[in-house]
């Protein structure tokens, strides 16, 4: 099914849903039409004596128009009045007969206090008790048995009113006809009050839950507790909650006081923080006031309780018209929500109004109508949640196929950027390999023969191209030079400082063949054109055909001479070259004399700081190894160094550039001439 049409049959669920919530107990209310009302015209009497001989004679009547409103009609202030009263009116024929046929029952509304029902003249129910005292302030419903021979013709009701409690009928509500009937009627309204309080449970918890999940929208909490409230208020007007409560009249209406006082401020609340994120000043005064109020039930007897019931009466009818006021003006500014709870507020707050007008004795109607109303505001909140649903899931989708557009044009250009990528990184190790095929074209051919002597070199960079350096060249006095450089860092940066060294090298030996003086000279060159801070090691070593030699170092490793009896380090003091500008660089100038037979070997640091388990390979391990094949033929002893350095890292690549070179003194041919 598609996503539109599904979205329709889900909203059309809903609402059949919830027609059927509303409907079911307005249409099974219909079922009930054998009983029949006796609310109306009645008449009321003081100073009833109940065990006089004759009780009811010499009674001054006054009729009413209600009996739940004794205090406000014909003089009769039972709040001030203490004894016996007596309520009367005839009874309709048919239920005479049903008396007559031992079939009358009695549906009341709350009596109190302790009262008595009679037929007639005679007793036909008790509902409490007046010595020893005990308070009737319950529901009636039950049989009226009678004895007599023909047909009763009144109905009449005794109330006692008492220190504590005043006589009334609440509720508005007297049912008489036949047992079934009767009693049938009562377990509906039971049936009735229990399904709402059950509704309202169920839709309290449900918001207070979501309002619990998302603590961002706090007017699902506010309505949750609106609506929590509004089933215990209902839960105090069934039978089975006085049965509980028993005689605790004071508790209950206590109860039911305080629940009232509390309904006000989380409606408003609800309004103001679901269409503006705040708390209505309005709210926060009712809560206020409510609140004292609150405060001021537990410290009431019952005839105070009903003082501030009229006082909730009076400020209940003004927040119900802000709150009207309020839901107009946002339909006003045409919000589509507000539309929606409009009907739903509206008829609550009509018929909450209908309800204190009926509590108040201004209007006769039947009672409690806001329970009915409460489900339609809630119908106006399940489809305003039924929409946020559709448009989260329309948005979601929307989102859903927008991000996979984006994701497809963000692949494509991924993909395009990798191509370019891989394209540029191929042109980048092309132009490496270049870089270090020239790198090593400007190192000179080993094995190399010259004189009594013959040099060896092993060189390892740790990338392609990297900082470390040699050189071979005569002196204009015939003698050879010998340079091992090792420049920081490594890559082109690198590469190119040994191609200047080259350059440098070779221009320093045709002005002097002093290892100290040239050295200086690679430094000024460098120093001359190279602005960043990178820096080169080197040791030089220049040597005649007799085997004498001078030897200088620019903060280089020192040489290891391998004698045929020894080995020993040979070094000089001297400044790294390229990093001291502003005072002259230092170099030490040494002589150095390698017979027939010695050995000479020029390194680099990666040889001596390779490093496994933050331990370096060191000088010590460099001698040992040495001492082992000092005296295999020159590739062989070099390639023993690095197997020595390779075992120990205990790595296949090394951490560092290696650089090694031998020099060895035995009977050889003429060096060749390039």
């Given at each position: 099914?598609?996503?539109?049409?599904?979205?329709?049959?889900?909203?059309?669920?809903?609402?059949?849903?919830?027609?059927?919530?509303?409907?079911?107990?307005?249409?099974?209310?219909?079922?009930?039409d054998s009983t029949e009302s006796l609310s109306g015209d009645w008449n009321a009497a003081l100073n009833f004596l109940p065990g006089s001989r004759d009780p009811f004679a010499k009674l001054e009547w006054k009729a009413i128009g209600t009996p739940a409103k004794l205090s406000r009609e014909s003089g009769i202030d039972t709040f001030r009045y203490r004894g016996w009263i007596i309520l009367q009116r005839p009874l309709p024929l048919d239920l005479?007969?049903?008396?007559?046929?031992?079939?009358?029952?009695?549906?009341?509304?709350?009596?109190?206090?302790?009262?008595?029902?009679?037929?007639?003249?005679?007793?036909?129910?008790?509902?409490?008790?007046?010595?020893?005292?005990?308070?009737?302030?319950?529901?009636?419903?039950?049989?009226?048995?009678?004895?007599?021979?023909?047909?009763?013709?009144?109905?009449?009701?005794?109330?006692?009113?008492?220190?504590?409690?005043?006589?009334?009928?609440?509720?508005?509500?007297?049912?008489?006809?036949?047992?079934?009937?009767?009693?049938?009627?009562?377990?509906?309204?039971?049936?009735?009050?229990?399904?709402f309080v059950a509704i309202y449970l169920s839709i309290g918890c449900y918001h207070m839950i979501l309002g619990l999940r998302r603590l961002e929208d706090l007017y699902n909490i506010h309505f949750g507790l609106f609506a929590l409230l509004l089933a215990a208020f209902y839960a105090f007007q069934t039978y089975t909650f006085e049965t509980v409560s028993g005689n605790q009249v004071l508790l209950r209406e206590r109860l039911e006081e305080t629940?009232?006082?509390?309904?006000?401020?989380?409606?408003?609340?609800?309004?103001?923080?679901?269409?503006?994120?705040?708390?209505?000043?309005?709210?926060?005064?009712?809560?206020?006031?409510?609140?004292?109020?609150?405060?001021?039930?537990?410290?009431?007897?019952?005839?105070?309780?009903?003082?501030?019931?009229?006082?909730?009466?009076?400020?209940?009818?003004?927040?119900?018209?802000?709150?009207?006021?309020?839901?107009?003006?946002?339909?006003?500014?045409?919000?589509?929500?507000?539309?929606?709870?409009?009907?739903?507020?509206?008829?609550?707050?009509?018929?909450?109004?209908?309800?204190?007008?009926?509590?108040?004795?201004?209007?006769?109607?039947?009672?409690?109508?806001?329970?009915?109303?409460?489900?339609?505001?809630?119908?106006?909140?399940?489809?305003?949640?039924?929409?946020?649903?559709?448009?989260?899931?329309?948005?979601?989708?929307?989102?859903?196929?927008?991000?996979?557009?984006?994701?497809?044009?963000?692949?494509?250009?991924?993909?395009?950027?990798?191509?370019?990528?891989?394209?540029?990184?191929?042109?980048?190790?092309?132009?490496?390999?270049?870089?270090?095929?020239?790198?090593?074209?400007?190192?000179?051919?080993?094995?190399?023969?010259?004189?009594?002597?013959?040099?060896?070199?092993?060189?390892?960079?740790?990338?392609?191209?990297?900082?470390?350096?040699?050189?071979?060249?005569?002196?204009?006095?015939?003698?050879?030079?010998?340079?091992?450089?090792?420049?920081?860092?490594?890559?082109?940066?690198?590469?190119?400082?040994?191609?200047?060294?080259?350059?440098?090298?070779?221009?320093?030996?045709?002005?002097?063949?002093?290892?100290?003086?040239?050295?200086?000279?690679?430094?000024?060159?460098?120093?001359?054109?190279?602005?960043?801070?990178?820096?080169?090691?080197?040791?030089?070593?220049?040597?005649?055909?007799?085997?004498?030699?001078?030897?200088?170092?620019?903060?280089?490793?020192?040489?290891?001479?391998?004698?045929?009896?020894?080995?020993?380090?040979?070094?000089?003091?001297?400044?790294?070259?390229?990093?001291?500008?502003?005072?002259?660089?230092?170099?030490?100038?040494?002589?150095?004399?390698?017979?027939?037979?010695?050995?000479?070997?020029?390194?680099?640091?990666?040889?001596?700081?390779?490093?496994?388990?933050?331990?370096?390979?060191?000088?010590?391990?460099?001698?040992?190894?040495?001492?082992?094949?000092?005296?295999?033929?020159?590739?062989?002893?070099?390639?023993?160094?690095?197997?020595?350095?390779?075992?120990?890292?205990?790595?296949?690549?090394?951490?560092d550039d290696i650089s090694l070179l031998l020099l060895e003194h035995t009977a050889g041919v003429p060096v060749r001439n390039e």
């Amino acid at each position: 099914m598609p996503r539109k049409n599904y979205n329709k049959t889900l909203n059309m669920r809903r609402t059949v849903f919830f027609v059927f919530l509303i409907a079911f107990p307005l249409l099974s209310g219909c079922t009930f039409d054998s009983t029949e009302s006796l609310s109306g015209d009645w008449n009321a009497a003081l100073n009833f004596l109940p065990g006089s001989r004759d009780p009811f004679a010499k009674l001054e009547w006054k009729a009413i128009g209600t009996p739940a409103k004794l205090s406000r009609e014909s003089g009769i202030d039972t709040f001030r009045y203490r004894g016996w009263i007596i309520l009367q009116r005839p009874l309709p024929l048919d239920l005479g007969q049903k008396a007559l046929e031992g079939k009358l029952a009695l549906h009341i509304g709350r009596v109190s206090d302790a009262a008595i029902i009679y037929l007639d003249d005679t007793i036909a129910a008790k509902i409490g008790n007046e010595s020893p005292y005990q308070s009737g302030f319950r529901h009636f419903t039950g049989s009226l048995p009678w004895k007599g021979t023909s047909p009763p013709k009144v109905l009449r009701i005794a109330m006692l009113a008492t220190e504590q409690f005043p006589a009334t009928i609440s509720g508005l509500e007297i049912q008489g006809g036949s047992t079934e009937d009767v009693f049938a009627h009562a377990n509906y309204l039971e049936l009735i009050s229990c399904f709402f309080v059950a509704i309202y449970l169920s839709i309290g918890c449900y918001h207070m839950i979501l309002g619990l999940r998302r603590l961002e929208d706090l007017y699902n909490i506010h309505f949750g507790l609106f609506a929590l409230l509004l089933a215990a208020f209902y839960a105090f007007q069934t039978y089975t909650f006085e049965t509980v409560s028993g005689n605790q009249v004071l508790l209950r209406e206590r109860l039911e006081e305080t629940v009232l006082f509390l309904l006000g401020p989380p409606l408003l609340f609800f309004l103001s923080d679901y269409f503006y994120g705040t708390l209505s000043r309005f709210g926060l005064l009712a809560q206020l006031f409510f609140t004292g109020m609150v405060i001021a039930v537990w410290f009431s007897d019952y005839r105070h309780l009903m003082v501030l019931r009229d006082v909730w009466h009076l400020m209940a009818f003004a927040v119900m018209v802000y709150v009207m006021f309020y839901i107009a003006r946002e339909c006003y500014e045409k919000k589509r929500d507000a539309m929606y709870m409009a009907p739903g507020i509206g008829l609550l707050m009509l018929t909450g109004i209908h309800d204190i007008m009926v509590a108040r004795g201004l209007l006769y109607s039947i009672p409690g109508t806001s329970k009915f109303s409460f489900l339609i505001l809630n119908a106006g909140l399940a489809v305003i949640l039924a929409n946020r649903v559709i448009r989260l899931q329309q948005r979601v989708t929307d989102l859903n196929a927008h991000l996979e557009q984006r994701v497809e044009s963000r692949t494509i250009e991924l993909a395009a950027a990798l191509s370019d990528l891989q394209n540029k990184d191929k042109r980048i190790q092309n132009e490496m390999e270049l870089a270090r095929e020239i790198q090593l074209g400007i190192l000179p051919e080993m094995p190399l023969l010259w004189k009594e002597f013959r040099i060896t070199a092993r060189y390892q960079s740790m990338r392609k191209i990297g900082g470390d350096f040699y050189d071979v060249q005569q002196t204009r006095d015939g003698k050879l030079a010998i340079l091992m450089a090792d420049v920081s860092g490594h890559g082109i940066p690198a590469s190119l400082i040994t191609t200047m060294t080259k350059i440098s090298f070779t221009t320093a030996l045709q002005h002097s063949s002093s290892p100290a003086e040239v050295l200086r000279a690679i430094n000024d060159e460098i120093l001359a054109h190279i602005t960043s801070h990178q820096y080169l090691t080197a040791a030089l070593i220049v040597i005649s055909e007799n085997g004498d030699a001078l030897y200088a170092s620019g903060g280089h490793c020192p040489a290891v001479l391998i004698g045929k009896s020894d080995i020993r380090l040979v070094s000089s003091a001297g400044s790294i070259l390229g990093a001291m500008r502003e005072a002259p660089v230092a170099i030490e100038e040494i002589p150095v004399e390698i017979k027939s037979g010695d050995r000479l070997l020029l390194y680099t640091d990666g040889i001596t700081e390779a490093r496994h388990n933050r331990e370096n390979f060191g000088m010590d391990r460099l001698r040992q190894i040495c001492a082992e094949v000092g005296q295999e033929d020159g590739e062989t002893f070099l390639d023993s160094v690095l197997s020595a350095v390779s075992r120990f890292a205990q790595k296949a690549d090394p951490d560092d550039d290696i650089s090694l070179l031998l020099l060895e003194h035995t009977a050889g041919v003429p060096v060749r001439n390039e």
